[in-house]
């Protein structure tokens, strides 16, 4: 029997609380199973559907894919291909670098869901040990082949007492854009309390959940996030493991995300930060339902306008094209009803997504010098996280005359 919106229901992944969805995306395909024609056939869907825990507030997808549906050996996102992100990671490097690792003896930095290596290669590169863990072995073989030591696998408890075993202690653990991806999160904390050293630090960031509700940048929602957290659910999801939420820092990245320090329980002071930032979140009524149900209608709004402004232009024989063949584009394109009639092909600079079909909605990936060669009207953004960099790189697409199409924070045609 296929799953309808009303039943679904199920447990909270953290606290084990009954909870319900408060909307349904609709049926989804995997966000990066870019495929081929004839794959179209056997192409896997699921009820992409969020839920809010009343108990622990985590906002949490009621149904997953299985990890192996996601994570495999054609993982089609490679991090560093963002020059911004690169000058990110290697920020969040130096400033671990800087503050973290003085005055400890041959420290052993971890990092899980390292992918191509875009971060830890600033530790390689200075002799300093470090370990990535990535399951997904196309990227891990990148960080490989770039001298970074990766193993491929998925990080839990079992893993955590293996590496001990192997390496020792961990004095930081590091992890971006991947905790969110991780089901069993009451697993890995538990990991990351036996991995760590009594004075280690765990630091990670993640898209933030106060900025999603606020821009309404609901194409966050998709397989691969199975959690999008805020300081609340972290700092609750963690206690129990003994890991203390010692640290916040909002970061611009990915539209809005938030990095989070966390230390085994009494091994250091709370930042002012943390207190501060939980107010926050109460003033913004993030530890409530009747946010998550405000969210559902803006969710409705957004898909609204974004298919009367396509459908307006499509009358008029405009061509539109899709900027960046992301992962949050499949939640957008299936959500909305987006066809190869509204967008005429998604341009894309990674090759392992060109030549392919765009999940669900079909619309072709082709190379970034296909949108360069004959430059559309309008260019729906949906890389819209790295707005300022490729708007910087775009200048000769406005020159030509043509426009963005964006949709977050609000859907508008811009310059
Ligand atoms: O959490 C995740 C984040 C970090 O990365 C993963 N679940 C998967 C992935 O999400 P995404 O696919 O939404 O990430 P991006 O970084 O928004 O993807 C950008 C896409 O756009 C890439 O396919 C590369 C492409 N691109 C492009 O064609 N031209 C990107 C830039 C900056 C460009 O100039
Ligand atoms: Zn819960």
């Not at 405000?294 to 539109?320: D, I, P, Y």
Request: charged share 20%.
């Amino acid at each position: 029997m296929s799953r309808t919106q009303h039943d679904l229901t199920g447990r909270c992944r953290v606290c084990d609380a009954p909870i319900s969805a408060f909307m349904s995306f609709g049926r989804m395909p995997i966000a990066n199973g870019f495929l081929a024609a004839e794959e179209i056939a056997n192409e896997y869907f699921f009820e992409l559907a969020p839920a809010f825990c009343s108990q622990c507030s985590m906002f949490q997808l009621i149904e997953q894919p299985q990890p192996d549906k996601m994570f495999h050996g054609q993982y089609a996102f490679y991090s560093s291909t963002s020059r911004y992100m690169q000058l990110h990671f290697e920020a969040f490097a130096k400033a671990v670098m800087a503050d973290v690792l003085p005055g400890r003896a041959d420290p052993f930095v971890v990092e899980l869901g390292s992918n191509d290596g875009i971060m830890l290669r600033h530790f390689y590169e200075r002799g300093i040990r470090h370990l990535g863990v990535e399951p997904s072995q196309n990227v891990a073989d990148v960080a490989r082949g770039r001298g970074i030591r990766t193993i491929s696998a998925f990080f839990n408890r079992k893993l955590a007492q293996d590496i001990v075993a192997e390496h020792g202690r961990a004095d930081v653990m590091l992890a971006a854009n991947v905790m969110c991806h991780i089901p069993d999160l009451p697993g890995v904390a538990a990991g990351a309390r036996h991995l760590l050293k009594p004075d280690g630090v765990f630091i990670f960031e993640d898209p933030y959940l106060g900025d999603m509700i606020a821009k309404t940048s609901y194409d966050q929602v998709y397989d691969e996030h199975v959690f999008i957290f805020s300081a609340t659910s972290i700092a609750r999801a963690f206690a129990p493991h003994g890991l203390e939420l010692v640290d916040v820092a909002p970061q611009i990245t990915h539209g809005g995300s938030m990095r989070y320090t966390l230390a085994p329980k009494g091994s250091r002071p709370a930042s002012a930060r943390v207190a501060e930032q939980l107010a926050k979140e109460r003033a913004q009524g993030l530890d409530r339902l009747e946010t998550y149900q405000r969210f559902k209608e803006n969710c409705e709004h957004s898909r609204a306008r974004l298919m009367q402004t396509l459908e307006q232009l499509r009358k008029q024989g405009r061509r539109v094209v899709g900027y960046g063949a992301t992962s949050k584009s499949t939640t957008v394109t299936n959500y909305c009803g987006i066809t190869p009639q509204h967008v005429e092909f998604i341009s894309d600079t990674t090759p392992i997504k060109q030549g392919k079909l765009s999940p669900g909605a079909h619309i072709p990936v082709r190379p970034y010098d296909e949108f360069t060669r004959a430059y559309p009207d309008y260019a729906l953004l949906f890389a819209w996280n790295h707005a300022a960099e490729i708007r910087e790189k775009e200048q000769a697409f406005l020159a030509a005359g043509g426009r963005w199409i964006v949709y977050v924070p609000d859907v508008k045609v811009v310059a």
